[in-house]
């Protein structure tokens, strides 16, 4: 079983659609969770850590669920500029990060 | 915005040569990590660095490989006896606090020829 585990996409969608990613780790003692997002041959950035309670950041809406071993992430009001692989990544506790192979998106006109 | 800043950008390589890659990290961060992709594979893990020393390697990380922070600012990884399988996009990644965010260089491309 992968480490970390994501759909494999790619979705295709409307703008203005909501879309759910889904991912889910092997290792019950990670401790820290993240979505990243990836352009095409770019760095990974940030776009936000996933907490037990659940966060929200504006279109964003990140979930952890420990006991199923799951992450998710919803975006809502789909943009063009949406477009790019998303990575969810979990820390294992002892510095190393595990990083999804990625689901791809693409926001449509 | 503070940034992690790599250099080179692009690095074209012989087979069996050493190369240095090397990282200026966001001035308060203490973790420090290096990943690859190869290209259309996913982000793998090779080391992370905290307090002058190596905290975790992968299975990549072999012998070939070697991390240092010499002057205090620059974090490098070194590949002393590069191969083809080696070409690849390396990003220098550096963290506050550990498992907690991590931000991303913009990424030295490496190719062994």
């Known amino acids: 079983r992968k480490e970390v585990e994501q759909d494999p996409g790619p979705f295709n969608v409307p703008e203005g659609a909501t879309v759910a990613f889904n991912c889910t780790y092997s290792?019950?003692?990670?401790?820290?969770f993240f979505w990243y997002r990836q352009d095409c041959r770019k760095e990974p950035k940030l776009l936000m850590s996933?907490?037990?309670s659940g966060n929200e950041d504006g279109r964003f809406t990140a979930q952890l669920n420990r006991a199923s071993q799951y992450i998710s992430l919803l975006i809502r009001d789909s943009k063009l500029s949406d477009s790019a692989t998303y990575l969810c990544v979990a820390f294992t506790g002892g510095f190393k990060t595990i990083f999804g192979a990625g689901t791809r998106l693409f926001v449509k006109a | 915005e503070p940034e992690v800043t790599q250099t080179p950008s692009h690095q074209v390589t012989q087979m069996g040569q050493e190369v240095i890659l090397r990282c200026v990290p966001i001035s308060n961060h203490l973790y420090f990590y290096w990943y690859r992709q190869i290209l259309g594979q996913k982000v793998e893990f090779l080391v992370s660095?905290?307090?002058?020393?190596?905290?975790?390697k992968s299975e990549i990380f072999d012998d070939q490989f070697s991390v240092e922070r010499p002057d205090g600012s620059n974090f490098t990884l070194k590949i002393r006896s590069t191969k083809l399988e080696d070409s690849a996009m390396y990003f220098c990644a550096t963290s506050f606090g550990a498992n907690t965010e991590a931000f991303f260089g913009q990424g030295t491309r490496l190719t062994v020829v």
């Open positions: 290792n019950s003692a990670s401790q820290s």
């Open positions: 996933v907490y037990s």
């Open positions: 660095f905290y307090n002058n020393e190596i905290s975790e």
